[in-house]
């Protein structure tokens, strides 16, 4: 449903990198460029990244908490400079909408494939907890042994923050028949994530939670649950209803966006932001640093800065010499 919009997208993109291409050699504004701080550590580091990788240019920096769907207004109205990190299977319908409207323009995409999913710590399977695992049907018969004193007797889902996705996931539980068996609860912040995972494993119980992949558990020993595959439309928010919504999530990309004026107020700074694309890897060490190491967000930040010239140094460089 959105291959006109793709399409519309990769044009913009293609105008905007024309245009700033020529119109390299003018001076980046003074003013801040302003970079988003969301609620999950990979996107807070690498707004720290992206930011030292500016202020390495010359550029003056401002970083702006927001809620993550109202970041892609906020872009568009020009409250924001950009976004970072756009994950498809949960984001790309408020990024196109902003796009669609208009102010809003793609900026490329990171050098990786992500997924968005329900899982479980390997351990999980180590102590049988729910044989059959990890085929969702497996669901049906152990949501005893992932109980809490918060889920009224049933199995606990632990979702992200409700602001990230809605209610996709209590709309899984019933299309799959599981709501009397299973049912969701939201964290409030994604280390409320991490926390359940070192908890579960104390008291002994099972834990089913949301994650992602790039990200630091992808090194840990963690598994996505094998849902009904994923379909245009199964989800509410996508025209689908109740009876269709027990479908798994898409793999998909990992964009950029910016406001339309970043590429004519501050030409070296947007052009080095877009070419810059991260891999998995980086994302991973990016979110390990936080949730493993446990630094700072912008001792992280620096860190990776100070530990990867290599891979950032090439698109800011470029841009240095441009006018050269």
């Known amino acids: 449903m959105f291959s006109i919009k793709k399409a519309t997208c990769a044009i913009v ?24 701080i ?94 059959g695992l990890p085929n969702w049907e497996a669901l049906k018969d152990c949501s005893a042994n992932f109980a809490t004193p918060d889920s009224g007797g049933k199995g606990r889902w632990l979702e992200g923050p409700q602001s990230w996705h809605g209610d996709v996931m209590p709309n899984r539980l019933t299309g799959l028949g599981l709501d009397d068996k299973w049912t969701v609860k939201f964290a409030g912040a994604a280390s409320a994530l991490w926390a359940e995972l070192d908890a579960a494993k104390k008291e002994g119980r099972g834990t089913i939670i949301f994650n992602w992949s790039p990200n630091f558990t992808d090194a840990t020993g963690f598994t996505f649950i094998q849902f009904p595959p994923y379909f245009d439309g199964c989800r509410m928010a996508d025209g689908g209803d109740l009876s269709s919504t027990g479908c798994g999530s898409p793999k998909g990309w990992l964009k950029k966006g910016a406001n339309y004026k970043f590429p004519k107020t501050h030409p070296k700074a947007y052009m080095a932001f877009s070419k810059l694309a991260f ?46």
């Open 13 to 36: 993109a293609g105008i905007i990198l024309a245009f700033s291409a020529g119109s390299i050699s003018a001076a980046d504004s003074s003013a801040p460029i302003k970079i988003p």
């Open 38 to 131: 969301k609620n999950w550590s990979s996107q807070i580091v690498m707004a720290h990244v992206i930011g030292g990788m500016f202020e390495s240019m010359g550029s003056n920096v401002e970083y702006v908490p927001i809620e993550n769907q109202a970041a892609f207004e906020a872009v568009r109205a020009g409250d924001l400079t950009l976004v970072h990190e756009v994950w498809q299977s949960t984001m790309q319908n408020a990024y196109y909408k902003a796009m669609e409207t208009g102010g809003l323009i793609d900026a490329g995409s990171h050098s990786l494939t992500t997924f968005e999913e329900m899982g479980f710590p390997n351990w999980v399977l180590d102590k049988g907890l729910c044989p």
């Open 279 to 324: 891999t998995a890897t980086h994302v991973g060490q990016m979110a390990a640093l936080v949730d493993m190491d446990k630094m700072t967000h912008e001792d992280a930040g620096a860190k990776w800065l100070a530990d990867n010239e290599k891979v950032w140094k090439p698109w800011t460089e470029s841009m240095l010499g441009a006018d050269n």
